[in-house]
């Protein structure tokens, strides 16, 4: 997977993928190898209120501003619910997050999640619903 995603972007970007996301590099050795590393990169319009018509999606380079903003989101939607999420928002379900409301925005998308009982599949899609402003039925 990861040499086709370097191969992938070498064509139409014109430059290696180690070029164009350098702010990856987490042990500054010029290369985007460690898994670690991959997980950095991440897109999402969370960084931006509910209910705005032009929101941009963007690359999410500050995990810090990242967490933040995910957490923004919660507390808003537990504002605006009758019951209240106790979520504990860490890097993977923030991804997770992000996934989910991708998915949730491309026309005709859908997604089969799995996991035990309890591992907050339901609680990320509500709020993911209320990120992308769309309404469960």
């Given at each position: 997977?990861?040499?086709?995603?370097r191969?992938?972007?070498r064509?139409?970007?014109?430059a290696?993928?180690?070029i164009?996301?350098k702010?990856?590099?987490?042990d500054?050795d010029?290369?985007?190898?460690?898994?670690?590393?991959?997980r950095?990169l991440?897109?999402?319009d969370?960084?931006?209120?509910f209910?705005?018509m032009?929101?941009?999606y963007?690359?999410?380079?500050?995990?810090d501003?990242?967490i933040?903003?995910?957490?923004?989101?919660?507390?808003q939607?537990n504002?605006m619910?009758?019951?209240?999420?106790d979520?504990?928002l860490f890097s993977?379900?923030?991804?997770?997050?992000?996934?989910?409301?991708?998915?949730l925005?491309?026309?005709?998308?859908h997604?089969?999640?799995?996991g035990?009982?309890?591992?907050?599949?339901?609680s990320?899609t509500?709020?993911?619903?209320?990120?992308?402003?769309?309404e469960i039925?």
């Open positions: 997977m990861m040499n086709a995603c191969e992938a972007t064509a139409p970007f014109g290696t993928f180690d164009l996301f702010h990856l590099d987490l500054k010029g290369k985007v190898q460690d898994l670690d590393e991959w950095g991440a897109f999402g969370i960084q931006t209120s209910g705005l032009d929101r941009p963007e690359e999410l380079d500050d995990k501003k990242l933040r903003a995910a957490e923004e989101a919660l507390n939607y504002m619910s009758d019951k209240v999420m979520l504990v993977f379900a923030i991804e997770h997050l992000l996934r989910i409301g991708r998915i925005k491309s026309p005709g998308g997604a089969m999640l799995v035990v009982g309890g591992s907050g599949r339901q990320l509500k709020l993911a619903t209320k990120i992308t402003d769309f039925f």
